[in-house]
């Protein structure tokens, strides 16, 4: 499969301690996104890395990409309670055309 | 401005039964997604449409599913003779598309959950 593979599926927390995720797929990409979500509604865009970046930041959010090994990392520095949410790896595939879902990993993040 | 919206929200149905689900894109995106999403999983993609070229139907799961774009704006998702294993959170997702599918932001809807039971 083309798709994100995510790891870890599921990942808790205190709040103030940092969450990495890590993402790993097998094709080419374009581009690789990073998607959150909360209560199983409506996805929220963070973050979007090209295929000739290594690194990207927004706000707490940190995004490593690494294409030799195909594999992505989402880190979110000093976790807040308000962060508990699924989050997605998307692949961007100039192949196919289509932007690609991984499975998630739920966070929880305690007060 | 306004996000993508969906409609109805939750939808229950009786197996058997036609439903149709209904997104409304940002106005000026041309490319427009369907995907289902099952509790607790990723989501599957099911169509695309870019502008006025021929969608990319290559996810719908059965023919019982189709969707139709008019005017390059609302899109509605049809699902025939609704099987149980249909219920599944509904999710349209549109774009100021660049180029191909895969290489922009999309910017989702709330969902519609569908219950067949």
């Known amino acids: 499969s083309q798709q994100g593979e995510e790891d870890p599926q599921a990942l808790s927390i205190q709040e103030g301690e940092n969450a990495t995720m890590n993402c790993s797929y097998k094709?080419?990409?374009?581009?690789l996104q990073w998607y959150r979500q909360n209560s199983g509604r409506g996805l929220v865009h963070l973050i979007l890395?090209?295929?000739?970046?290594r690194e990207k930041h927004s706000g707490r959010l940190r995004v490593t990409l690494d294409t030799s090994k195909k594999s992505s990392s989402l880190l979110i520095t000093a976790s807040r309670a308000a962060d508990t949410a699924s989050y997605f790896c998307a692949i961007g595939s100039s192949n196919t055309g289509k932007l690609i879902f991984g499975q998630g990993t739920t966070l929880q993040v305690k007060p | 401005g306004a996000g993508v919206s969906q409609s109805p929200s939750n939808k229950v149905t009786e197996k058997g039964k036609d439903v149709e689900l209904r997104c409304d894109p940002i106005?000026?995106?041309?490319?427009l997604y369907w995907y289902r999403q099952s509790l607790g999983q990723g989501l599957e993609f099911l169509i695309y449409f870019q502008g006025n070229s021929a969608p990319d139907k290559s996810g719908l799961p059965s023919d019982r599913f189709s969707a139709e774009r008019t005017g390059g704006s609302v899109s509605t998702l049809t699902i025939q003779r609704t099987q149980q294993e249909d219920s599944a959170v509904y999710l349209c997702?549109?774009?100021?598309?660049?180029?191909?599918?895969?290489?922009?932001?999309?910017?989702f809807g709330p969902g519609t959950r569908l219950t067949v039971l």
């Open positions: 094709t080419s990409i374009n581009n």
């Open positions: 997702a549109s774009s100021p598309q660049h180029g191909l599918a895969g290489l922009n932001e999309q910017f």
């Open positions: 106005s000026g995106h041309t490319a």
């Open positions: 890395i090209r295929s000739n970046e």
